[in-house]
């Protein structure tokens, strides 16, 4: 069984980084982690870019120019996921 995480993101610049490493720890302990999916939802500060400075081969950064709310983040990030659950 694999598991994708998905996290939607919207001017996170301050707290991405440690997050992502938090979940990125916590992966590590699975035995069977697919992937970390970090939906950026059109933020306008750095947030795109501290995710693109974390070097992770299970991390994986979607970029909307736009803003489009939460749900449709999440939705996005799932159809992205290879995990079972």
Same mark, same amino acid.
């Given at each position: 069984?694999?598991? #994708? ?37 059109? #933020? ?11 070097? #992770? ?29």
């Amino acid at each position: 069984m694999k598991i #994708s995480v998905v996290v939607p993101a919207f001017n996170e610049e301050a707290r991405i980084g440690e997050t992502v490493r938090r979940i990125g720890r916590f992966m590590e302990t699975l035995p069977n982690a697919a992937d970390l999916i970090i939906v950026d939802d059109g #933020s306008r500060d750095a947030t795109a870019r501290v995710v693109e400075q974390l070097q #992770s081969p299970r991390l994986r950064l979607i970029r909307n120019p736009t803003n489009h709310g939460k749900g449709y983040a999440v939705k996005q990030g799932m159809r992205e996921a290879t995990g079972d659950y």
